[in-house]
């Protein structure tokens, strides 16, 4: 193995991709995924491990939480940042391409992080919204976006705890088909099962500003109902389940999708 060896813009586009499916506190040298990830590079887990850590002194995400990095972001890595992030709907994909690449997933299969187990490649589509014609480019930003998503969840539900990968859906909270720059951004997204993406999209759920769950007078009505009592009303009132150190939904967001969900 290489020592010392400089890390190439290409590179770090992966290690970038990778940063953001993981939560600060993932970000070590024994984490699955980031051994997996080392080893495609040909490079050190503790090097990797490092480069993340400098990223993460970039995430004005983080630094809202008060949440430091590692010092010592190279020129070429503040140059990175600045290009994933100012030109998502490009170099997103092109990451996840690049990720791709790396673990030779071929066709229609999906690169999964699963901080628990790696990295893995699967040969089902995951659970979610997609479209048969979308272009590949597309494509990939939602594998990107979908992995992102669930991971800064702990890959668990944020209303009802479920665990369960294959029933969960990385939800955008401001639609998709209206808001381009924020298709591929982690804070505008949400982990939630099936049943409770539903209601999202049909503004029968929302937030408030604390991240508290709060039902629709449809929903109200119906809590008589065990069904409802069970899935809805039991967390009502209660607040997002989120790991200490995952990257917060935009609250501007969710005051957006309240607004909708207040008129309807």
Known sequence: MA????????ELLVALNLYHKLTFGQLHARQPAILDLAKKLGRGANS????L???ASLDPALKLRGIRGLEGASALDR????EFHEHPDEVVPASEEALRSLFNAQGDSHVEVIPA????VRIHPPVGRTTVTATVKIRRGQDYFRNAVLNNFHGR?????LAIRELLIASHILPWGKHEA??????NGLCLSRLHDAAFDNLLIAFDDNYRLLLSPTLKAALPRKIIADTFGAFAGAPLNLPS??????PRFLAAHRARFVAA
């Open 79 to 82: 140059l990175v940042w600045a």
């Open 117 to 120: 187990e790696g990295i893995r």
């Open 182 to 187: 924020e298709r591929l951004n982690v804070r």
């Open 157 to 161: 539900c944020g209303v009802c705890g």
């Open 245 to 250: 150190d995952a990257l917060l939904p935009d």
């Open 53 to 55: 850590c400098n990223f």
């Open 3 to 10: 020592i010392g060896k400089k890390w190439t813009r290409d």
């Open 48 to 51: 990797l491990a490092m480069k």
